[in-house]
């Protein structure tokens, strides 16, 4: 019986290893950075932490509604959401190199500004760390928070006359 030489086998699968992470794969996790502004416009705190997602590429609404109700009180401060940013590398790896020369072509940061799924794009291994969420957190201050509208009301010289109703006689509509 003759044995099959599959040592070639193995050394692709060597050499194959030091390319596994220039490979596509899908978003599992994000890191999730508040950042929590004062009311005089002065960044007062970073906190980090890192999600797994529950459906891979996609932050739901539920849970993207959860992080942000959690975290709007912090140090017996209230917060207000200012901002959400997902910034997502979804280079291919035949992109890598370009990225490299010319980075300036490439925006990975998106405005989030509706509270419905996240979706991220397929990340090359190397860039997995760097998918994330920003929630940009402003200071409520409880002086500030009254009413600022002003009511307007309108006076008219003749308001009598706007107030009663003209009223055509009878006869006048019957004849017509």
Same mark, same amino acid.
């Given at each position: 019986?003759?044995v099959?030489d *599959?040592?070639w086998v193995s050394?692709f699968?060597d050499?194959e290893?030091?390319y596994?992470d /220039?490979?596509q794969?899908?978003v599992q996790?994000?890191?999730?950075?508040?950042l929590?502004v004062?009311?005089?416009c002065?960044l007062?705190k970073v906190?980090e932490y890192?999600?797994?997602?529950h459906?891979?590429?996609?932050l *739901?609404k539920?849970e993207? +509604?959860?992080?942000?109700?959690?975290?709007?009180?912090?140090d017996?401060?209230d917060?207000?959401?200012?901002?959400?940013?997902?910034?997502?590398?979804?280079?291919?790896?035949?992109?890598?190199?370009?990225?490299?020369?010319?980075e300036?072509?490439y925006? /990975? +940061?998106?405005?989030?500004?509706?509270?419905q799924? +996240?979706? /991220?794009y397929? *990340?090359i291994t190397?860039?997995?760390g760097?998918?994330? +969420?920003? /929630?940009?957190?402003y200071?409520?201050?409880?002086?500030?928070?009254q009413?600022?509208t002003?009511?307007?009301y309108?006076?008219?010289?003749?308001?009598?006359?706007?107030?009663?109703?003209?009223?055509?006689?009878l006869?006048?509509t019957?004849?017509?």
């Amino acid at each position: 019986m003759e044995v099959l030489d *599959t040592e070639w086998v193995s050394d692709f699968e060597d050499k194959e290893k030091s390319y596994n992470d /220039f490979y596509q794969s899908r978003v599992q996790s994000l890191q999730i950075y508040k950042l929590y502004v004062k009311s005089d416009c002065i960044l007062d705190k970073v906190k980090e932490y890192n999600y797994k997602l529950h459906i891979p590429n996609c932050l *739901t609404k539920k849970e993207l +509604i959860e992080m942000i109700q959690n975290k709007k009180h912090d140090d017996g401060l209230d917060y207000k959401l200012l901002s959400i940013l997902k910034y997502n590398v979804d280079l291919k790896p035949e992109e890598v190199k370009k990225y490299i020369l010319d980075e300036k072509k490439y925006g /990975f +940061i998106d405005n989030i500004r509706e509270l419905q799924d +996240i979706y /991220f794009y397929d *990340t090359i291994t190397i860039f997995k760390g760097l998918n994330s +969420i920003f /929630f940009i957190y402003y200071e409520l201050n409880k002086k500030i928070k009254q009413n600022k509208t002003k009511k307007i009301y309108i006076k008219s010289h003749n308001s009598k006359h706007l107030r009663t109703t003209k009223r055509k006689p009878l006869k006048d509509t019957i004849s017509n």
